[in-house]
Antibody, heavy 122, light 107 residues
Framework: QVQLQESGPGLVKPSQTLSLTCTVS??????????WGWIRQPAGKGLEWIGR???????NYNPALKSRVTISLDTSRNQFSLRLNSVTAADTAVYYC??????????????WGQGTLVTVSS | EILMTQSPATLSVSPGERATLSCRAS??????LAWYQQKPGQAPRLLIY???TRATGISARFSGSGSGTEFTLTISSLQSEDFALYYC?????????FGQGTKVEVK
């Protein structure tokens, strides 16, 4: 059973960088069959894709966030990470890490982390 | 960006009754459509992928249909554990986008 667990600071100051790590157990981020991604959800609102990384290191970012986002893999630790620069209060949200699996039509999320609340405030 | 629109925003249903949730895409996503269930304080859970295939361990009460721009999630006989928030998500094009959700509540 694959499990994902987010970790990182719960409070970030405006203009600073949000950094989160997702630790994967029960599976390997080296596997060529999966993408590893980040999604966020502001309180009381819907879900927004941030971006994803493939085993090769290839990334896809949401154009709305692309200028501020970096997602990377650490295969030695079986982790992947998110960095979001120049944060504002609008970046306050629950952040989920997730695994995308390949199905007949394409890749979609089959496993999610529990989520971690990140608040941007001074 | 493909806009996903779910209706209704809230659906009030009695236990044992059928619930029908709709999801519309602003352009064709073929069958690249998933449904997720989310309960308060929990991560979403995959119910349906490829528009109509149930994920592993998902009850046969849940069924998905549709293709192109119109999709439906049907819950055949609502159980207490089914009252939750439901999202559709297209994965045909990047960025992948979610609908705003349908809350299924007890009538």
């Amino acid at each position: 059973q694959v499990q994902l667990q987010e970790s990182g600071p719960g409070l970030v100051k405006p203009s600073q960088t949000l950094s989160l790590t997702c630790t994967v157990s029960g599976g390997s981020v080296r596997s060529g069959s999966y993408y590893w991604g980040w999604i966020r959800q502001p309180a009381g609102k819907g879900l927004e894709w941030i971006g994803r990384v493939y085993t090769s290191g290839t990334t896809n970012y949401n154009p709305a966030l692309k200028s501020r986002v970096t997602i990377s893999l650490d295969t030695s630790r079986n982790q992947f990470s998110l960095r979001l620069n120049s944060v504002t209060a609008a970046d306050t949200a629950v952040y989920y890490c997730a695994r995308e699996n390949a199905f007949r039509s394409g890749y979609c999320i089959d496993y999610w982390g529990q989520g971690t609340l990140v608040t941007v405030s001074s | 960006e493909i806009l996903m629109t779910q209706s209704p925003a809230t659906l009030s249903v009695s236990p044992g009754e059928r619930a029908t949730l709709s999801c519309r895409a602003s352009q064709s996503v073929t069958s690249d459509l998933a449904w997720y269930q989310q309960k308060p304080g929990q991560a979403p859970r995959l119910l349906i992928y490829d528009a109509s295939t149930r994920a592993t361990g998902i009850s046969a009460r849940f069924s998905g249909s549709g293709s192109g721009t119109e999709f439906t999630l049907t819950i055949s006989s609502l159980q207490s554990e089914d009252f939750a928030l439901y999202y559709c998500q297209q994965y045909n094009d990047w960025p992948k986008t979610f609908g705003q959700g349908t809350k299924v509540e007890v009538k």
